[in-house]
């Protein structure tokens, strides 16, 4: 992992709100997994004081692509970045998506995003992409979730990647109206094909629910969680999330109603976990 | 000339005083990527308890103005793991390693800490954590609180042992009879009077005293009302701080003699050198190494340049020297 | 529906609680240029003491991360000149004048003061500052302090009331004696235990506490190796301090029955929510006048957005509505 | 006195930290004073948290410029400010020069700057010479001091107004080699035109030294004072100077090895007070 000053390509606006920001990070790039993220610091002072997590969007040679929305003070200040500005920078830092196995043993790939969980998700599909999967069969079925049709995002990028993609979104106003879950148990209805697995990254929710229709049908799933991160780096223990206990002795454990569990970092052993490591609550 | 960075608390001699903070730096091995850690004066470990501690629901962190909330709730592997599996770690950084310990409650935990430690070599000092604002536990039934599920009516009664000179003077004299190890004893900020517990610490047999821990705090979502902490209150770190903990460095510095170890929202050399002049021996880093990891190095060659710039030939020298 | 924003502190009917804090306001004409003062819930005026104060020397304000020290040494015109001078501009404001007062050694002088104002009508209630933290009196010959030209050796030793219970009460039960007006108590955030000394004050018959005074900080220029402020410490305000003001307001709220005017760093319309949810009756508005001499007006039209948007008859259901 | 959100017109380097920044404000130019001041809040977060007061340099028309050097955070995020930029801005504050008076008493006015000082004296000097002082005996001498040749600022605009102009540098780069009070002690031994008034503005060291020649001299000095403020808008009483007492009991009176003094405000009752009323100090 490194910490580096990297210069801003370019930092466009795609729809309101939603920014794509380009970083000529060769370094970086070279080392980047999808599901990784870079923390990034975005004032040389105290406003905001800590670094701003975003995940790895796509890599293009040696550039880093970030997609973000503005959604407070630190991406605020980030979208008002121009090319040329310096950006202090560490990363790629956490555990990806572990997607090379789920290819060898021929398990199809259902990626599911929820809102500005596309991020990641797009540098995952191109890294299986590159994969060449040689069976059409093993190319990705994306579904993305969205408020409404002015938020969707990525579409584009996952056709190119050669993924099938199927939208949700709340209202209706464009696809399936509904959750992209209640989408994801439709097709898992009517798709003959199998085995499969999951991608998934957007609101907790959303996960969770993913994660029970999966444990449901057997089908092995990886989630992205998000989680306030104060260091990014595993040094804070500020960013836990419960997975079920499995007598490891290296942190205490815990019992609550649902049985054992213990924490991990979502920075660290994170941000993708497997989903029935995790101990899902309301 | 080279100017002279070393300093000494209790027996040890540090290269430089530039520390880490407990609970801020992992156990050391977090931030190899960034940082020899070598060129540290001393790396202060996460507090370790007895029994491993799952430390507190999340959320654990949130933003404020110039600073921090934090309540992670001491999570920690227990001290038999963090001595087979930590130590080892901690002793390749190559620099001092500075245990901190605290109880679960029960105070004499820390003797029985301390006895155990001692015994290491690895360990170069001990820190007595007696500050931690998320963990409340006197006059309570410890089982209630340890555990990782305590309920929010449980979280805020109770006393921390450095808020009370007397509990301060008992317990450091306790460990001290069991270790002949540099003693600190690191102080809370949320008191009447920094100055009697840390006389008390002094008392007690302390070699040293660190200050401070964070402020006691709470931050509310106004939008949902709820606290931005799942345990409600937590503890302020960050630049915010800095001018608390510096008023307490300096109130300290002149009615004790043992060495104070300064914190509190420590960024850059300038404000390391405000406690510096306010009257501590060294410093520690917490909150900013979450924002730059390679900060300690820039601090440690930024008092190096400052000597020189000044012509001043040892650190010794500036603590202290605040112009009244 | 018109949302209700009335809240009683005492006998006071206040139109909303958005109040201006004392030390910050001026005597309220300073801000006529900006602000209708009308709209507001009240007015604290600047402590006011026996006799007339020059104040501390200068420098006496400085910047500090999303704070700012100051130490102005409570400089007053004295009582006399307050009813003849300042009280007639303040009374044109038109909404409830509350008088702040403080006694510069002799606690005695809270009693003279109280009675003298109790026959004003334009002073609608009475608010005891026993927590300036650049006046530290107790226990030592007043005539040292007073003056603008103590020294650094006599500025750092004795304790306000506020930081001790049994003085608050004592002072509290003196002064409710002379008078039938609303009393506040203005209390201070540099104690071990806040909820004690709320306790405290309304053991004595305060009618509400006000939370909370500056914090005791202090900064170095390193460069100089000077204090930024000319008396060394003084007291910490704005965004920095809010985080433990709020923590404050509800280890008070679960602990007492009088309303709290809760206090610091709030800047906006969410921050003065914090204070409100937390338990706050109403709020004060202080360093952010300096910074924005209209923002009381934005956080009263805020607070009655709030309410429209969240379906909220009246403030009084958000008052310590916090989730935990 | 306004607070107004006002657009930035223009924001130049003039010289390496030197800039002039130029706001549209037909409200406060109309109103403005020589020797006032705008008080600036820089960002709308709290990094820093408080204005920064800056001396009204120039009124044209209807906009304001200001004259600043960046030293520190406040200033140096100003410099970043572009055209079309709004600024939140108090003004104009305090008590300016009294120089209608002097002109009517026919005194030959002397403007003393040292370093940023000239801020403030172009629009006096500019104000002067609207009153188109009759006789050329009444137009303004400047002297102008400066660290070293490259920071000497604002000739051009003095000579424009019909000053004559002397400048001191420390190093001798340009001019007199010494300070701007020794030009002064020079200037006052040469002159032999008599009333004379002295207007200066700069360092406290100078602004002393100039108010102690001018009291042997018997010419009477206004001097603009500076202080760190909190408020700018006489609320705070953090910005205090001592004058000397003058029997006012609407504070309090103390007493120092000086003899009587009180407390006056710079934002409010100054930032131009008359020399002989402050107590000097070291
Ligand atoms: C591993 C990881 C990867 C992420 N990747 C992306 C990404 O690719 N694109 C993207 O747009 N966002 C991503 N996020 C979320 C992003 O970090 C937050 O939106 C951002 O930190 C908000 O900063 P802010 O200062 O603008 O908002 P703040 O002022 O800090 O907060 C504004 C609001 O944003 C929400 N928020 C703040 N922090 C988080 C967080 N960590 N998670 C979720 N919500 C938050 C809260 O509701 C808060 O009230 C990621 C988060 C994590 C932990
Ligand atoms: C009435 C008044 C009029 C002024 N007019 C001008 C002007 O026209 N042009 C101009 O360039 N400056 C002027 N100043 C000074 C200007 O306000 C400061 O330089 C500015 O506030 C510094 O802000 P900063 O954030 O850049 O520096 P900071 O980070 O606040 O401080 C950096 C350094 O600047 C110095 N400084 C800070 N504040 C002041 C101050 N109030 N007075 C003197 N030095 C200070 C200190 O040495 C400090 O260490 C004026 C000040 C006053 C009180
Ligand atoms: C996330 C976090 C965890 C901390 N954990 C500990 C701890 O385990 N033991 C301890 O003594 N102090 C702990 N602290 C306090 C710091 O060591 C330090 O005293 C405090 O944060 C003030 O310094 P700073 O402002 O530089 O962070 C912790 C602080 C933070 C921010
Ligand atoms: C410059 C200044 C002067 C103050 N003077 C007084 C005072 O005279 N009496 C008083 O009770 N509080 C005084 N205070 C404290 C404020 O009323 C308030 O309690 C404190 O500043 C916290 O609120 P804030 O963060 O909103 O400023 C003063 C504060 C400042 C900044
Ligand atoms: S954010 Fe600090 S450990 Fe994960
Ligand atoms: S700066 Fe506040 S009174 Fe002058």
Redesign the interface.
């Given at each position: 992992m490194d910490q580096m000053r990297l210069t801003v390509l370019y930092n466009k606006q795609l729809k309101s709100g939603f920014f794509l920001l380009a970083l000529e990070a060769p370094q970086m790039a070279r080392k980047a997994a999808p599901g990784q993220f870079l923390n990034i610091r975005i004032t040389d002072g105290v406003e905001p004081l800590l670094r701003r997590p975003l995940s790895i969007h796509r890599v293009t040679g040696k550039n880093i692509e970030l997609l973000y929305q503005v959604v407070g003070q630190g991406t605020l200040l980030l979208a008002q970045k121009q090319a040329g500005d310096k950006l202090d920078i560490i990363g790629p830092l956490g555990k990806g998506f572990d997607y090379l196995k789920p290819i060898t043993y021929n398990l199809k790939p259902i990626l599911i995003a929820g809102g500005m969980g596309v991020a990641p998700l797009v540098f995952l599909a191109e890294s299986i992409s590159r994969l060449k999967p040689k069976t059409r069969n093993l190319k990705p079925i994306v579904l993305i979730g969205a408020k409404t049709k002015s938020q969707i995002l990525c579409r584009r990028e996952f056709i190119k990647a050669g993924c099938t993609v199927k939208i949700a979104t709340d209202d209706g106003s464009r696809g399936f109206k509904g959750y992209v879950s209640e989408l994801l148990t439709n097709l898992l209805l009517t798709i003959d094909q199998r085995p499969l697995t999951i991608y998934a990254c957007g609101p907790h929710p959303m996960l969770r629910e993913v994660a029970r229709i999966a444990a449901q049908r057997g089908i092995p799933a990886q989630v992205s969680l998000e989680a306030h991160m104060a260091c990014g780096i595993g040094a804070c223990l500020g960013c836990a999330v419960k997975v079920k206990g499995q007598g490891s002795r290296d942190r205490g454990q815990g019992k609550d109603q649902k049985g054992d569990f213990e924490y991990k970092r979502v920075c660290k052993e994170g941000p993708v976990f497997a989903a029935r490591e995790i101990l899902w609550e309301e | 000339m080279q100017p002279n960075l070393t300093v000494r608390i209790g027996k040890l001699k540090l290269r430089n005083p530039v520390m880490a903070a407990s609970?801020?730096?992992?156990y050391g091995e977090?931030?190899a990527?960034?940082l020899d850690l070598g060129c540290l004066g001393a790396i202060v470990s996460?507090t370790v308890t007895l029994?491993?501690?799952?430390?507190n629901p999340?959320?654990?962190?949130?933003?404020?103005?110039?600073?921090?909330?934090?309540s992670?709730g001491l999570?920690?592997?227990?001290v038999d793991?963090f001595i087979s599996?930590k130590l080892p770690v901690l002793k390749k950084a190559g620099v001092p390693i500075i245990a901190s310990i605290a109880s679960e409650g029960d105070p004499d935990e820390f003797v029985v800490l301390a006895k155990r430690l001692d015994k290491m070599k690895e360990v170069a000092a001990l820190e007595l954590n007696i500050s931690c604002p998320n963990v409340r536990l006197a006059g309570k039934p410890v089982s209630r609180l340890a555990?990782?599920?305590g309920t929010?009516a449980h979280r805020?009664t109770g006393?921390l042992i450095a808020?009370d000179p007397k509990a301060t003077y008992q317990l450091v004299r306790a460990v001290r009879r069991v270790t002949r190890k540099t003693l600190i004893t690191k102080l809370s900020p949320?008191?009447?009077?920094i100055v009697s517990i840390a006389q008390a610490a002094e008392a007690g047999g302390s070699d040293a005293v660190a200050l401070i821990n964070t402020?006691?705090?709470?931050?509310?979502d106004?939008e949902?009302?709820?606290?931005r902490i799942a345990m409600?209150?937590a503890g302020?770190s960050?630049?915010?701080?800095?001018?608390?903990a510096?008023?307490m460095v300096?109130?300290a510095y002149q009615k004790i003699k043992i060495p104070i170890i300064g914190m509190g929202?420590i960024?850059d050399?300038?404000s390391a050198?405000?406690f510096i002049?306010?009257g501590a021996a060294a410093v520690s880093i917490g909150?900013a190494?979450?924002?730059?990891?390679?900060v300690s190095r820039e601090i440690i060659n930024g008092l190096k340049e400052?000597l020189k710039t000044n012509k001043i030939a040892s650190i010794r020298q500036v603590v202290g020297?605040?112009?009244?």
């Open positions: - | 609970g801020t730096f992992g977090e931030f990527d960034w996460k029994k491993p501690r799952m430390g999340m959320p654990r962190t949130c933003e404020t103005p110039a600073g921090m909330l934090n992670i999570e920690n592997p227990g793991k599996d555990g990782s599920t929010p805020h006393t808020q949320n008191v009447t009077d402020l006691s705090g709470m931050s509310i106004a949902t009302r709820k606290p409600v209150t302020l960050g630049p915010a701080i800095r001018p608390v510096v008023r300096w109130e929202g960024m050399t300038l050198l405000e002049i306010a909150t190494n979450f924002i730059n990891p390679r400052y020297s605040v112009r009244i």
